[in-house]
């Protein structure tokens, strides 16, 4: 998930910002500085917040497979 700040210094043209729908929709994202690599792991889920977070987030999800 782009948090609200990486869509608009993107210049991503959607028709709603993510972060600030699912805040809307009761959902409690935890983020990062902008275009940081930020991971959360939230029981056997795991998310990144952009692209930057690839590859740490593909370490926390073999982390927790193992």
Do not use: H, I, K
Not at 17 to 39: C, D, F, I, K, N
Request: aromatic letters at 4%; glycine letters at 10%.
């Amino acid at each position: 998930m782009f948090t609200d700040e990486e869509e608009r210094q993107g210049g991503l043209a959607v028709p709603y910002l993510v972060e600030s729908r699912l805040r809307e929709l009761g959902a409690v994202p935890e983020t990062g500085p902008a275009w940081s690599s930020t991971v959360v792991v939230d029981g056997n889920l795991v998310t990144g917040q952009n692209p930057q977070s690839s590859v740490d987030t593909a370490r926390r999800v073999l982390d927790a497979l193992s």
